[in-house]
């Protein structure tokens, strides 16, 4: 049984088709990415697999429970983590966990509270009214508040948005520790080497549709060969090697440039344009395609 099953989901606002028929299947613990540009609908399918908000047709289903029919039990499998910090500003750290574990009725859940504010160091601040916290500590809690009762699917929105190196790396090793334990991960976000770093398997939407669905490193072999990346102290990039820019907007300004090369044998005719051009060079290195290379490739429709 799928942890995640998406059917032909369809959602549209006034104008705009913001999911145009998604279908997914998350197999049980998979760490899979859900990556898009702004408003490609990603956010939205999240609401609609958390029972937020309401497909205008199509169905998903947690481990088997329809979001709609079988709300309860589907809500029950599922931790979510939203991208917006919404909290009662009165109540303690403590006092959130208690109430969000009460929610889910689970009573003398304080081991396991203790246990997920050591991981996600909140334990120094406990007795902390949710008001008095920074914005990282926050996003701690919406965290602890997703994980409070044990679910086997986590959903994390954009969990790193703005957040410290320190937050980000006692997160993932919380997340990779309990998807090495069985649970399932999704997870958005527009950090593609966190993706690239984490997920098996990832997914792209745009305008609604998964326009790439297949495992990180298949995805990533789809960019034969690698690339140029080249700092100039001196000239430009000379027009006949503007096709081989992969990051377009380097050619809007700057000196740094990213060309596709799929042969170390193109490097040296490269070198003699740029000399011919009057160009220098202070930089060079030849790096391996990475995960944002496809996402952009793709995002342009070339592939
Ligand atoms: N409540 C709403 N009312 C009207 N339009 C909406 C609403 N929520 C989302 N949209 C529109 O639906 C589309 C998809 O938005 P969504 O927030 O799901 O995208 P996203 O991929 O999560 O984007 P981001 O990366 O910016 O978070 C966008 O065009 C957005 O403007």
């Not at 003398?108 to 160091?121: G, P, S």
């Amino acid at each position: 049984m799928a942890a995640i099953q998406i059917t032909n989901v369809k959602k549209g606002y006034q104008s705009v088709q913001a999911l145009a028929g998604v279908s997914l299947s998350i197999a049980q613990g998979e760490f899979f990415g859900l990556l898009g540009p702004n408003g490609a609908g990603k956010t939205t399918l999240i609401s609609i697999i958390a029972g937020l908000n309401r497909a205008d047709s199509g169905s998903v289903s947690i481990h088997g429970h329809d979001v709609v029919r079988d709300y309860r039990q589907a809500r029950r499998m599922l931790g979510v983590v939203p991208q917006e910090l919404v909290f009662d500003p009165f109540f303690t750290v403590r006092e959130t966990l208690r109430m969000q574990s009460g929610y889910f009725g689970l009573k003398n859940n304080d081991a396991w509270i203790d246990e997920v504010m050591h991981h996600l160091d909140l334990t120094g601040k406990a007795e902390a009214n949710m008001r008095a916290l920074s914005g990282g500590m926050k996003r701690r809690v919406l965290v602890a508040q997703a994980l409070v009762h044990k679910p086997p699917v986590i959903v994390l929105d954009e969990p790193t948005a703005g957040v410290d190196v320190e937050l980000r790396q006692t997160l993932w090793q919380f997340i990779g520790r309990l998807n090495r334990e069985g649970h399932t991960v999704v997870l958005t976000t527009h950090y593609l080497e966190e993706a690239q770093a984490l997920c098996n398997r990832v997914a792209m939407l745009k305008a609604g549709q998964v326009v790439a669905l297949d495992t990180t490193a298949a995805l990533i072999k789809r960019i034969s060969g690698s690339q140029l990346v080249l700092s100039l102290s001196q000239g430009h990039l000379p027009d006949s090697l503007k096709s081989l820019v992969t990051h377009p907007e380097e050619l809007l300004g700057g000196r740094k440039y990213t060309l596709r090369v799929t042969d170390y044998a193109e490097v040296e005719p490269i070198l003699a344009r740029l000399r011919e051009a009057g160009a220098r060079i202070e930089d060079m290195q030849l790096q391996q395609a990475d995960l944002e290379d496809v996402f952009i490739q793709i995002m342009e429709g070339e592939k």
